[in-house]
Nanobody
Framework: QVQLVESGGGSVQAGGSLRLSCAAS???????MGWFRQAPGKEREGVAS????????VYADSVKGRFTISLDNTKTTVYLQMNSLKPEDTAMYYC???????????????????WGQGTQVTVSS
């Protein structure tokens, strides 16, 4: 089993920054880890993904150049640094783990096996 606990959400004005954290425990040996978000009335969408080994990253076009996904030295905590936040970034943010074998898009929620409880990000204009 894998447990994921997110933190770091909150309310910020447009143009501001937040850093989300997700602490993972359990068997995540060769997983890819991702951040997703879901706004009210919308489908869950992929934001960013990172390979636990190798560090390769993928970003949604809507956040490229503004958000950065990274891992700590132990590779058990994944971060999402969010800069230049916009009101349209307002959503519940979730981290997730996709254990191998992998398939499909790195940003497809259907590919991920384990999910955290989410943390709310609200950006006001």
């Amino acid at each position: 089993q894998v447990q994921l606990v997110e933190s770091g959400g909150g309310s910020v004005q447009a143009g501001g920054s937040l850093r989300l954290s997700c602490a993972a425990s359990g068997y995540i040996f060769n997983s890819r880890m991702g951040w997703f978000r879901q706004a009210p009335g919308k489908e869950r969408e992929g934001v960013a993904s990172i390979l636990r080994f190798g560090g390769s990253t993928v970003y949604a076009d809507s956040v490229k150049g503004r958000f950065t996904i990274s891992l700590d030295n132990t590779k058990t905590t994944v971060y999402l640094q969010m800069n230049s936040l916009k009101p349209e970034d307002t959503a519940m943010y979730y981290c997730a783990v996709d254990r191998p074998p992998w398939g499909g898009s790195e940003l497809s929620p259907q590919e991920y096996d384990y999910w955290g409880q989410g943390t709310q990000v609200t950006v006001s204009s």
